[in-house]
């Protein structure tokens, strides 16, 4: 796959890692992009080590799409935790 193809799959897998963990966030489309494409590779990565599976195979592969938003929805999850709420601490 190419880069253009892994960037579509990362906005999207954020996006959908995001809807299945609502609440609120701090950041925004660049955070979503870079979250799902670390996560489709930290997906594909624990694919291949648990369950000794490739699951990178293509684009319109339904493991490829679990494995970027399972990998999507553990980044966003330790992103919450990291992030916290520094953000409403925060006085005018």
Do not use: E
């Not at 990565?45 to 684009?59: N, T, Y």
């Amino acid at each position: 796959m190419g880069i253009i193809a892994w960037i579509i799959i990362g906005l999207l897998a954020g996006v959908i890692a995001k809807a299945l963990m609502p609440g609120k966030d701090p950041g925004g489309i660049i955070i979503t992009m870079l979250i799902g494409i670390a996560g489709g590779l930290l997906g594909g990565w624990l694919g291949k080590v648990i369950f000794g599976v490739d699951s990178i195979d293509g684009f319109f592969d339904i493991s490829t799409w679990i494995a970027a938003i399972v990998g999507s929805f553990i980044l966003l999850a330790l992103y919450r935790v990291v992030t916290g709420n520094r953000h409403s601490s925060r006085h005018a």
